[in-house]
């Protein structure tokens, strides 16, 4: 266990280790991002990067192919996009297009390219694509009304039905959450270069916080939304198509409001979040029911 | 998106106490429309309706508003009507159908101003203009039943000194029987109904001009009992004055600055004590953080006074503005300038005098493209809570924040009845 007390100077909303593990990247209210080195059980500060006018919300690291790139959003809308090079850290573009705060950020699985999913208070999301000739102009969708407060890619996954010897098709999606109590799913359609709303998911009673998407590429797409209304609903959809299937992770409602859901790597562990300051672990049992897997002591 | 919505009405509101609020629009008092109509329209709005521009039911009263409360139980809606009466409203269930359920003409002149109790949802105080009128109502009994006819509202108490016009009521948000009172004088009042009186003298004199403020507009502090706010509607020195009641003979803080003329409407947040929206005869909205006296943002300004600023309660980063101008608008706090905006402005600035004219007709949208001005960005309470925001990440590892929200831990939960999957990384 590493622990790395009093990284910042204010609350920290986020920290994320890179794909080795060997990195961390913390932000925080103090409107400052951290980099650490973990080695081990040590760890070292690497480098403070500072830019953004407001409090940061998130931080996400892009595939190890594109470099050592890190995405930040905050409160002051923007989305910066951090480089490392030769040790030095530097702002290598700023996304903004939001005239609100810019609570997500998140990069699509590394087969699509150098693309960025941002999901703001101002209602919409926009994805954005780095290419190599520059900036593509950014997609924006008016996804939820009064804020979208997550936004989270789906695995690679392909439509199912393909002729044989024909390419299957690519299903590009992902999975919004708002201040509208609305959990929403998007489809990329090639022949117009945007993405449409395939589902809307209506559950919760109040706004859902965040929302992910299992990163597993399995028959079963899963998606779990965590809400203020202190519950979790998991999701799920069989071969890609058809109704998504509502299950509560738990009867009773937790504690306290859910703020986070994050998927284990391989898809099958859920760790919920929750504002009494706890994180618990959940999983699926053979009759499809979720059921506790522990709780993280801290 | 400055305009969520906009009610081409000279009308004064109040919002639902619901997560996803409507809003409710009565015509103001005091106007005099193009056609010198007299008619007066209770009406319902929604953001999410199919049709935003369009009410979602309205009603015809037989005399204008001057204010507008909606209960926080959600039942009734009450207005504090010109000719004198407290009407109270109510919807369906399915918001498609607006009724009067009781009207009951005591006040000796106009009606001025209506709140509900937070914690006794049965209780309103109303206000009117002349004589310091202020009457208490309980909603049980004067709505419907065989009583309600005869129906009498009780009496505050006796005030230290005779009151004139009441401009502005609020009750106490943890102390029912607790309320603060101002109007056309130089000085607020707090009242206590369990002692049958006024109990406090609320004034402030300006140290630079040694003019007394006329305190127009009381609130208090979300959640700390003994703090309150009250505005200056004086157009000389238009201050903000927040009190702690335990020492009421200097304000804890004093807001100024920003307005330049009397303020009309002070609203606290009620999920975030250190944000406050103001709004004036300066026909402009302000944002202040009330601790440290600053102003956060200031939103454009209007063509008229401004009479009416609300966050909406359960949704607070938006908030409804009425003017003079003959506009209740729907904003939201926040509106960045963002690079579209800029891309905007430079394609406007390179079009040819023609292209000008041409649009200039069409350009409705001058307003809707102004953004506030910003002096200070401060994150809202709501945004980002304190909390342990676990990510899992490779090797089975779990990053989360711990309790004190300042520091991190990386550890390897033990999965019960999990073998680990060394393949898959877990």
């Known amino acids: 266990m590493v622990s790395i007390t009093n990284a910042h100077n204010d609350l920290i909303h986020d920290a994320v280790l890179d794909y080795y593990g060997k990195r961390l990247a913390t932000c925080s209210s103090d409107k400052t991002i951290k980099v650490f080195e973990v080695d081990g059980e040590t760890h070292k500060l690497l480098d403070t990067l500072e830019g953004h006018e407001g409090p940061v919300w998130r931080v996400d690291w892009a595939h190890p192919k594109f470099g050592t790139i890190l995405a930040s959003c905050s409160y002051d809308g923007k989305v910066i996009v951090w480089k490392e090079e030769n040790g030095r850290w530097s702002q290598i573009a700023t996304h903004a297009v939001h005239s609100a705060s810019v609570n997500s950020v998140q990069w699509a699985p590394h087969e699509y390219g150098v693309m960025l999913l941002a999901a703001s208070s101002d209602g919409k999301v926009s994805i954005i694509e780095f290419k190599e000739q520059g900036v593509s102009a950014p997609i924006i969708i008016d996804a939820h009304t009064v804020g979208v407060n997550s936004a989270c890619w789906a695995p690679v996954s392909y439509e199912d039905g393909a002729a044989a010897g024909e390419q299957p098709k690519e299903l590009r999606r992902f999975v919004t959450g708002g201040a509208d109590n609305l959990v929403k799913v998007w489809r990329y359609n090639s022949e117009t270069q945007t993405y449409a709303l395939e589902d809307t998911l209506s559950g919760h009673a109040d706004w859902v916080r965040d929302v992910a998407w299992s990163p597993s590429v399995l028959l079963r797409s899963y998606i779990a939304s965590v809400s203020q209304d202190k519950t979790c609903i998991v999701w799920s959809q069989e071969n890609n198509k058809g109704p998504w299937k509502k299950t509560e992770v738990q009867q009773d409602k937790f504690p306290d409001v859910l703020w986070r859901a994050s998927w284990s790597l391989s898809g099958n562990i859920l760790a919920l979040s929750g504002g009494d300051n706890k994180v618990t672990l959940w999983k699926e049992n053979l009759a499809g029911a979720w059921e506790p897997a522990g709780e993280v002591q801290q | ?426």
């Open chain 2, 1 to 426: 998106m400055v305009k969520l919505a906009e009610y081409k009405r000279t009308a004064t509101f109040a919002w639902s106490h619901d997560r996803t609020p409507v809003l409710v629009t009565g015509t103001a008092a005091g106007t005099v429309d193009a056609d010198f109509s007299s008619d007066s329209t209770l009406e319902l709005w929604s953001l999410l309706a199919a049709a935003p521009d369009t009410p979602l039911c309205s009603l015809t009263t037989d005399a204008r508003f001057n204010d507008l409360d909606w209960s926080h139980d959600g039942k009734f809606i009450a207005g504090a009507m010109d000719s004198g009466a407290v009407e109270i409203f109510g919807t369906n269930n399915e918001r498609s159908a607006l009724h009067s359920f009781a009207k009951h003409s005591k006040h000796s002149a106009a009606a001025t101003t209506v709140r509900f109790n937070p914690k006794q949802a049965n209780l309103l105080l109303s206000g009117g203009s002349t004589q310091g009128e202020i009457f208490i109502w309980d909603t049980t009994k004067c709505v419907a039943g065989a009583a309600a006819a005869s129906y009498s509202p009780v009496l505050p108490g006796n005030a230290k000194t005779a009151l004139d016009e009441i401009k502005s009521l609020a009750w106490n948000n943890a102390m029912p029987q607790v309320f603060a009172s101002a109007g056309n004088t130089t000085y607020a009042s707090i009242w206590d109904l369990k002692a049958k009186r006024e109990v406090l003298h609320l004034d402030y004199t300006s140290p630079d001009n040694g003019a007394r403020a006329q305190f127009s507009v009381v609130e208090w502090h979300p959640s700390s009992s003994t703090k309150v706010a009250t505005a200056s509607g004086n157009d000389a020195d238009p201050i903000v004055a927040v009190w702690d009641l335990r020492e009421a003979n200097k304000p804890l803080q004093v807001l100024r600055g920003a307005h330049s003329k009397g303020i009309m409407s002070l609203d606290w947040c009620a999920h975030d004590d250190a944000l406050m929206l103001t709004a004036g005869r300066d026909n402009s909205v302000m944002l202040w953080n009330p601790d440290d006296g600053q102003l956060l943002s200031q939103f454009p300004a209007r063509s008229n006074w401004c009479f009416k600023a609300q966050f909406a309660p359960e949704c607070p980063d938006i908030f409804a503005a009425a003017s003079f101008d003959g506009r209740v608008q729907v904003q939201t706090l926040q509106n960045i300038e963002t690079s579209l905006d800029a891309e905007q402005s430079a394609s406007k600035s390179a079009e040819s005098e023609t292209d000008f004219w041409n649009n200039v007709s069409t350009d409705d949208g001058a307003v809707e493209t102004q953004k506030p001005t910003v002096s200070r960005l401060q994150a809202p309470a709501w945004y980002g809570t304190a909390n342990p925001a676990a990510n899992w990440a490779f090797g089975g590892k779990l990053v989360s924040i711990m309790p004190d929200g300042r520091s991190v831990a990386i550890s390897k939960p033990v999965i019960q009845g999990m073998e680990p999957n060394e393949m898959l990384g877990d």
